[in-house]
Antibody, heavy 120, light 111 residues
Framework: QVQLVQSGAEVKKPGASLKLSCKAS????????MHWVRQAPGQGVEWMGI????????NYAQKFRGRVTVTRDTSTSTVYMEVSSLRSEDTAAYYC?????????????WGQGTMVTVSS | EIVLTQSPGTLSLAPGERATLSCRAS???????LAWYQQKPGQAPRLLIY???SRATGIPDRFSGSGSGTDFTLTISRLEPEDFAVYYC????????????FGQGTKLEIK
């Protein structure tokens, strides 16, 4: 079955960098775009960026450009997201997600989430 | 960037009642690329509705979506206890690498 498995929880200090992973299985990895979404505690859901696993093209929400980089490794069917210059406001649950089933670009498949805590 | 505004912020209803949630876009949503998600505490969001009105796989028919252009609605015809959660609308772009945005959410709570 289609599955997205994310890396484990992280605790980072302000100013550090972070690299999260999302391993896909159960479908052809290069056929479906992958997104990253985050949710700060008690807050709403925020779209961060997208990658085309086939060619590696990306796009990011304006507020994350220059600080977030999404990459992929087709040999392991894994997507990565690196966030630099972490600050306390980056404390959140981070999810990878995509349209692997519906064919309409809505997010029908989600990872289990990775909790990131940024604290001195 | 399209801004989505959801209303109300919180909706208090009893099981068995009808829920109507609104999502208004700052500009027209192309091809009705508007989705609704349900999120329960500690879980990832779950897709309910895509294309403004199509139910995702496994979603009960008490959930329905409607609307076009800038005004969209999620209706839950008869609330079940498991429906009390937070609901988000989302617009997705005309091209896959376009920007996506979510509304701020509506919390549906038990009255």
């Amino acid at each position: 079955q289609v599955q997205l498995v994310q890396s484990g929880a992280e605790v980072k200090k302000p100013g550090a960098s972070l690299k999260l992973s999302c391993k896909a299985s159960g479908y052809t990895f290069t056929n479906y775009y992958m997104h990253w979404v985050r949710q700060a505690p008690g807050q709403g859901v925020e779209w961060m960026g997208i990658i085309n696993p086939s060619g590696g093209a990306t796009n990011y929400a304006q507020k994350f450009r220059g600080r977030v980089t999404v990459t992929r490794d087709t040999s392991t069917s894994t997507v990565y997201m690196e966030v630099s210059s972490l600050r306390s406001e980056d404390t959140a649950a981070y999810y990878c997600a995509g349209d692997m089933l519906t064919g309409d670009d809505a997010f029908d498949t989600w990872g289990q989430g990775t909790m990131v805590t940024v604290s001195s | 960037e399209i801004v989505l505004t959801q209303s109300p912020g919180t909706l208090s209803l009893a099981p068995g009642e009808r829920a109507t949630l609104s999502c208004r876009a700052s500009q027209s949503v192309s091809s009705n690329y508007l989705a609704w998600y349900q999120q329960k505490p500690g879980q990832a969001p779950r897709l309910l509705i895509y294309g403004a009105s199509s139910r995702a796989t496994g979603i009960p028919d008490r959930f329905s979506g409607s609307g076009s252009g800038t005004d969209f609605t999620l209706t839950i015809s008869r609330l079940e206890p498991e429906d009390f959660a937070v609901y988000y609308c989302q617009q997705y772009g005309t091209s896959p690498l376009a920007e996506y945005t979510f509304g701020q959410g509506t919390k549906l709570e038990i009255k």
